[in-house]
């Protein structure tokens, strides 16, 4: 049963940076594509980026050239780089193994105006 764990949200100006990480237990996360998802309050949970076993990206509109997904597979980690963050960017950020639909348990993500 592959566990993911989130951390490296914070509290941060607009302008700022912080760096998310999602470290994954078990064997599947080298071969599964893996995501970045956030859901705002009241909001429902949205497609951020994802990342192919292989690396290949993907991003929502609102977040190109602002963040960048990557991944460690020697590490079993997952990252997301979030620069020139925006008070719009606040949320609970969530990562995801697509293979087994396994879901972290989020970490929060706030900035300020």
């Known amino acids: 049963q592959v566990q993911l764990v989130e951390s490296g949200g914070g509290l941060v100006q607009a302008g700022g940076s912080l760096r998310l990480s999602c470290v994954a237990s078990?064997?599947?996360?080298?071969?599964?594509?893996m995501g970045w998802y956030r859901q705002a309050p009241g909001q429902l949970r949205d497609l951020v980026a994802l990342?192919?076993?292989?690396?290949?990206?993907s991003y929502v509109d609102s977040v190109k050239g602002r963040f960048t997904i990557s991944r460690d597979n020697a590490k079993n980690t997952l990252y997301l780089q979030m620069n020139s963050l925006k008070p719009e960017d606040t949320a609970v950020y969530y990562c995801?193994?697509?293979?087994?639909?396994?879901w972290g348990q989020g970490t929060q993500v706030i900035v300020s105006s």
């Open positions: 078990g064997s599947i996360f080298s071969v599964s594509a």
């Open positions: 990342i192919s076993a292989v690396g290949t990206t």
């Open positions: 995801r193994a697509l293979r087994g639909d396994v």
